[in-house]
């Protein structure tokens, strides 16, 4: 099999396997959460896990509309808050939430009421308890032997309300003052808080904060596989196998492998990038300047580069030199950005695992190139001897 029919093989499977890795998953609520939620006889549970962590079980008696609601979470800090909501505008956000916050105190109680969540918030006025358009009983808030508090209460909801399509809101926070809860994190986790759901069978109707994670996932992957290991093999591949000490020469293997592998890195990373130019542009709440800045300047760069080949002078050109002084500063520059980007990416995404994963990618092949460069260098110092030795023999004496 040839070096570039390889490639192409690892890279597809790659690829699919990512394409695989994203596929949506219904998260269930943890044991301890649901024994809990069973003692109170609630029927249905979900678990937010990419939002915080926050599970949410519930019972509808469909006739008489009343909702018996749980929803729990933990609190790191000392001063932590917990906030879940309805609302019964047009789509699910915080503005216009009818809520029900519990705020944890420094002396460890946990305390909370009802809070209407209107536009002044934006302009960073205080959120301090007032009423609300909910009918709300039994409303209690509390802490549960492992580590999460939780809000439970009896909601009343209007026969006019769809329970078959209700917004619903949750959030949790880090800072309060009393019984004011501070403004929360801006990251993903805290902006993926909102959902349309079906009351009665627990479906999904409408939550973007799944489709996004997802898209994120997928752009991530993409990226890192793309622009963060298939270029660098390309790479490893023109500065190792074309002289040695793997020499691919015989076919030129060397050269249509690294074209293959750049090609396909950029077809990867690309796709990657585009996913994440479309989340930057979808995202009303949010933005990531740098990151994006970095993600279009790998693009253009790497753009730069494939236009770079087909521009490429003859070896007896006397431009060929400048062109592949060009070529080479470029192309390490590229590695460095993205190098930088993915990490980046991943702080944003706060996937923990995703870290360790990439540091052991980038691990292996530095160590590859490092392995390889001795060799060279060995290599070079053993021709080196050898020509000394050939220089000051008998024969060339004579």
Request: net charge positive; charged share 20%; glycine share 8%.
């Amino acid at each position: 099999m040839s070096p570039s029919c390889l490639i192409f093989l690892v890279s597809n499977s790659i690829f699919l396997l990512s394409l695989f890795s994203i596929t949506i998953h219904a998260h269930r609520c943890s044991d301890d959460f649901w024994s809990e939620a069973l003692s109170r006889n609630l029927t249905l549970c979900k678990r937010y896990e990419h939002s915080n962590g926050v599970e949410f079980a519930w019972n509808l008696e469909n006739n008489t509309h009343i909702l018996q609601v749980m929803v729990g979470a933990k609190l790191q800090s000392e001063t932590g808050w917990l906030a879940w909501g309805l609302n019964f505008g047009p789509e699910p956000r915080m503005v216009g939430t009818q809520a029900l916050i519990g705020i944890k105190q420094i002396n460890g109680s946990f305390l909370g009421d009802k809070y209407n969540v209107t536009e002044y918030i934006k302009i960073e006025c205080k959120l301090l308890p007032s009423p609300i358009d909910l009918n709300v009983s039994k409303l209690r808030f509390s802490s549960l032997s492992f580590q999460y508090h939780i809000i439970e209460a009896t909601i009343h909801l209007p026969q006019s309300v769809s329970i078959s399509r209700i917004n619903h809101v949750w959030q949790v926070g880090k800072v309060a003052a009393g019984m004011e809860p501070k403004i929360h994190d801006k990251t993903l986790h805290n902006y993926d808080g909102t959902e349309t759901i079906d009351l009665e069978t627990g479906k999904s109707l409408r939550f973007r904060a799944a489709k996004r994670h997802h898209a994120r996932t997928a752009h991530g992957i993409l990226n890192i596989i793309g622009w963060g290991v298939i270029l660098p093999i390309g790479v490893i591949i023109a500065r190792y196998f074309k002289k040695g000490p793997i020499q691919w020469n015989k076919h030129d293997e060397w050269k249509h492998a690294h074209k293959t592998c750049q090609a396909f890195g950029y077809i990867i990373g690309a796709t990657g990038w585009g996913l994440g130019l479309w989340l930057g542009i979808s995202s009303k709440y949010y933005s990531f300047p740098k990151h994006g800045a970095f993600g279009i300047s790998i693009f253009t760069f790497a753009t730069l580069q494939a236009l770079a080949l087909r521009l490429k002078p003859k070896k007896d050109d006397e431009l060929h030199i400048y062109w592949s002084m060009y070529h080479h500063s470029l192309g390490y520059a590229l590695l460095a950005v993205i190098c930088v980007n993915i990490f980046k990416g991943i702080k944003i995404m706060q996937e923990d695992k995703w870290r360790p994963a990439y540091i052991a990618v980038i691990g292996s092949l530095t160590f590859i190139f490092l392995v390889f460069e001795i060799i060279n260098w060995l290599q070079f110092k053993v021709e080196q001897k050898n020509e000394k030795k050939r220089r000051y023999s008998p024969t060339n004496e004579n």
